[in-house]
């Protein structure tokens, strides 16, 4: 049986993503329960990360002990992934000896061709084009909040970065309308905007964007790789700031969402990502945690293991 792998949104269909969040939403009550559930015991989860990490780190490593299993920190410093073995050859060695892999690196391509070799399942944990696992926990936290989001109006406002190319995937898999606000030269990719362009509005008024929004979303304005571009893109997002001010355009009862690690007073007001009525940053991050377990399991029972 060949394996099921989650390098981006569409390799589930909207069936089946609606089937992971609900277990997400199951598991984190038998977690909350104290109920024990050892799926995974003596699995192993491989863990290469050649960018930092905090949420998708612990996330990962809790929700497979939590299982029953384990999870091994490799990162390229130590391992001869950084000393140049060919993804290809690592991914025939690793995923004979774990059961499944997730990645964090930079070009998506590494992600695919890993996958191509793998005899495991194998998870994009963030590439330079998408992060995918957080729009599990951005979903489910969405559901839990205010149900499910067919037919609602998402606004991305920032750049057009991995998260936001994900919202694009998202709003063709939960069916919702995008808006995304970005500044001219950070648009997202052009094929996917125009594989998605029913879905999607793109301007550059951060207030056209929010009008009329559910659920509002934004992300740091330099992502992890960008560094040198800091101060420049500092100048290009400027007015780009989500507040409570441009929160106030949204439709009442929006929540705001953000991936974290958060930059308060840049792309986010430190008043508004501590409103306790209007952010629902907390839950977001926790909800990694419940909603990567369901997704383990289900790659598992669909990759025969
Ligand atoms: N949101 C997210 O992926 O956080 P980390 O970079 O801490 O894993
Ligand atoms: N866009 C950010 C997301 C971090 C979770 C980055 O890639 O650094």
């Known amino acids: 049986m060949k394996p099921r792998h989650f390098l981006t949104l569409l390799d589930l269909s909207p069936t089946e993503l609606k089937e992971v969040i609900a277990n997400a939403i199951e598991l984190k009550k038998q977690l909350k329960h104290g ?15 050649e960018k930092s990490s905090t949420r998708t780190r612990v996330s990962f490593e809790a929700g497979m002990t939590q299982l029953g299993g384990s999870a091994l920190f490799l990162s ?14 690592s991914a025939r060695v690793l ?15 590494i992600v695919e061709r890993f996958a191509k070799y793998s005899s495991v399942p194998v998870i994009n944990a963030l590439t330079d084009d998408f992060h995918p696992c957080q729009l599990l926990a951005d979903v489910q936290t969405y559901v839990e909040h205010r149900g499910q989001p067919s037919g609602k109006t998402v606004a991305w406002i920032g750049d057009g970065n991995n998260m936001c190319q994900s919202y694009i ?9 995008l808006n995304i606000a ?9 094929e996917l905007m125009q ?17 009329g929004a559910d659920w509002v979303s934004t992300d740091v304005w330099a992502s992890m790789g960008q560094e040198a571009e800091q101060k420049e893109r500092e100048q290009a997002f400027a007015g780009y700031m989500v507040d409570h001010e441009l929160m106030s355009h949204a439709n009442s009862g929006a929540v705001f969402m953000h991936c974290l690690p958060a930059h308060r007073g840049e792309e986010v007001s430190a008043e508004l990502i501590e409103d306790q009525q209007l ?9 990694r945690l419940h909603s990567q377990k369901a997704l383990m399991l289900f790659l598992s029972q669909h990759s025969g293991q």
């Open 95 to 109: 995923s004979s000896m774990v059961d499944q892999v997730m990645i964090r690196t930079f070009g998506h391509n």
């Open 35 to 49: 109920e024990i559930n050892d799926s995974f015991k003596n699995r192993v989860l491989g863990m290469i990360f």
């Open 169 to 177: 995937n998202a709003a063709r898999q939960w069916d919702f309308q």
């Open 182 to 190: 970005c500044p001219k030269g950070f648009e997202p990719n052009a």
């Open 195 to 211: 594989a998605n362009k029913e879905r999607i509005k793109l301007v550059h008024d951060p207030i056209e964007a929010i009008r």
């Open 76 to 89: 390229p410093r130590d391992t001869q992934l950084g000393r140049g073995e060919p993804i290809e050859d």
């Open 279 to 287: 952010s629902v940053v907390w839950d977001e991050a926790e909800n």
